[in-house]
Each structure stands twice: as structure tokens, then as C-alpha cells.
């Protein structure tokens, strides 16, 4: 009897070794496995970033706004804005073009090829891009890999935002824009009028066709105020590499309690100026004509 109890402890012993084991390496395939979702942290407050495996976070993202504009149903309480990002690059004014440059090669325009379009950005923690410039630099690339594309303030087919986090450019190619309230969650569940730019507010024939507008930046200057573009960064400034081959999205979270962010708290992608139904912005670039 006492060979059959030291048999029985002995396999019992085995049996939990051989769980543990297989719990262990479970865990470790695990950690492994790269998630479908992922979030990462920007340094910059009220925004975050989800790396993502999805092939094309423009579709996703699409789609996911046509069922929120459609039901008119709020699904969000914390997160203001979604917006997909295309690739990532180093904040550097060369490499934000070359990668312009793909992201454009890479854009299926065969239905539309005729397309009107508008460059828009942001610049935060980061003291060596200016806005203006980087817009007009960026405007040029468009014009070479896009000529059959027209520069359109009021209801562009199509944006390109450029925002700037640190030492990391985002770039993203949304249609819609103005129909997804600029990739809002809780303003494109509410009823929708016509997003164009009232005439009276800004003329398109009083826009200059190759000089970008910035009239908050003019009279930040006038006032010897600092951008807030050009202050000096808070954040950890090393290398971020040439390109990231992840895509994924950066979101907006909203301020505890549920209200909408304020400008300085926002941080949001898109640019201040860009109102909903009003694309006429101080801090877009209208492409210089064809």
C-alpha cells in the first residue's frame, strides 16, 4: 500500500509540473502573438496612438463612421476624434515628403482621378519644423505626384493632415472630411447641414492662390507671442527612424467628465480653424492651383 500512495504522489506531482509548463509556454506564445490592436503612448496630452495589423485603417475607419452617422447612436464617451493614419516618418521636412510621395503612389484615385484636395497640419513639441513652410513644401509634393488634383478650401474631396508629435509626423489621407464632422465620434451622430463654407465668411476669390493663410500666426507675431508650434519640446527627442511600417490610428481622448476638450487640452489632429462646415482654415494650405 505504501508503493501505491508513493505512485500516486508521484504522478500527482508530475501532473501539476506538466500544467505548469504548459501555462508557462501558453503565456509565452502569448506575448509573442502581435496583437490586432495596440496601444501606444505620444507623450502629448489628451492623444494616444493604436498600432493596428489592419491592412488599410482608412476603410476601417470609414466604415465605422458611416454606421455612427447613419444610426446616429453615440458609442464613445472618452474618445472625441479617430483618425486613421497612413504611415509614420521622422519629423523631418525631406523625409515627410518622400513619404508624401508613397502615400500618394500608393492612393487608388482611378474612379475620381479628378480630385480636390487640401493640406492641413499641426505641429506640437517640436521646435525645428515651421508650420507655414513645411504646408508649402508638402503643397509642392502633391502638385508633382498629383497634377490632375485642384486645390479646394471650402469642400475638398479629399485632406492630407500632416501633424507633427515630438519628433514623429502622422500622416493621413481622409476623404469625407467635412462628412464625418472631421472624423468626430460625437458630432457626426447629431444632424448634419450643409458642411460648406458660408460665402460671406470667407470669399474664395479674396484666398491668394499661392500663399498659404495664417492669421493666427500673424498676430501672434504682432504681439511678440510664441507659437505654440515653436515651443520647445517636453518630450523625449530621440531618433524615431526614417519610416514606420506600422499603421494604426492616433485617437483625441476627452477630459474627464466628459466634456469636450478646449483647444489647449485637445490636442487634436486636425487643425483648430477646421470647424465643422468650415474647411476655410487659417492653418490649412490651399494647393497653388494645377
Sequence with gaps: SNKICHTEETDSKQSIEDDLAAELNELKESKDKVRRFQKLKTDVAGNFFVSTTVDDPGRLLTTI???????????????????????TCKAHIDTMK?????????????????????????????SSLQHNPMLQE??????????????????????????????????????????????NLLEVTKPQQNPEVPKESHPATDVPKDVIEDKDAELKDKNNAPCEE?????????????????????????????????DE??????????????????????????
Design 265 to 290: 487640452d485637445s490636442a487634436e489632429l486636425s487643425t483648430d480653424a477646421l470647424e465643422s462646415g468650415d474647411v476655410d482654415s487659417d492653418k490649412s494650405a490651399e494647393p497653388c492651383g494645377n
Design 230 to 262: 515653436n515651443q520647445e519640446p517636453s518630450g523625449n527627442q530621440d531618433g524615431a527612424g526614417d519610416v514606420s511600417r506600422s499603421t494604426g490610428t492616433e485617437t483625441t481622448d476627452k477630459p474627464d467628465g466628459g466634456k469636450p476638450p478646449s
Design 65 to 87: 463612421f458611416e454606421d455612427l452617422k447613419t444610426k446616429q447612436e453615440q458609442r464613445s464617451r472618452f474618445i472625441q476624434r479617430l483618425l486613421p493614419v497612413q504611415t
Design 98 to 126: 518622400k513619404t508624401v510621395e508613397t502615400v500618394l503612389a500608393s492612393y487608388d484615385d482611378s474612379a475620381t482621378p479628378e480630385l480636390t484636395y487640401l493640406v492641413a497640419g499641426k505641429i506640437r513639441h517640436n
Design 138 to 183: 508638402i503643397v509642392q509634393v502633391v502638385k508633382a505626384a498629383k497634377p490632375q488634383w485642384t486645390g479646394e478650401l471650402r469642400k475638398p474631396d479629399l485632406v492630407l493632415m500632416l501633424d507633427v508629435l515630438h519628433n514623429v509626423c502622422c500622416i493621413s489621407l481622409m476623404p469625407r472630411y467635412l462628412e464625418f464632422r472631421k472624423y
